[in-house]
């Protein structure tokens, strides 16, 4: 079963398909501006967070208890495999 629908009944009359264009024009248009008005809210809101965000990071004071950096040690979990004994992980 198939789904067909009716056919379209476009007026004859001039004006009233000029008056249809304009109108899916101006349809659009709004839809247009809606869409760049939620984008611009969607970008002021992100750039706002980012900024707060970098400023409360740039304000915390540093951990006085943190390890300082040392580049010449790996951390990690590793398993020391000797040779002769068989290895179970």
């Known amino acids: 079963m198939t789904f ?5 009944r476009r007026s004859r009359n001039p004006l009233m398909r000029a008056l ?3 109108a899916g024009l101006a349809l659009l248009g709004v839809l247009l501006v809606f869409g760049v008005v939620v984008l611009g809210v969607l970008a002021a809101g992100s750039i706002a967070f980012l900024v ?5 990071l740039a304000r915390a004071p540093r951990a006085a208890t943190a390890a300082p950096h040392r580049p010449d040690v790996l951390e990690g979990e590793f398993t020391v495999i000797r040779t002769g ?5």
């Open 4 to 8: 067909v629908f009716p056919p379209l």
């Open 20 to 22: 249809s264009v304009l």
């Open 52 to 56: 707060v965000r970098q400023w409360k």
């Open 85 to 89: 004994r068989p290895v179970h992980h």
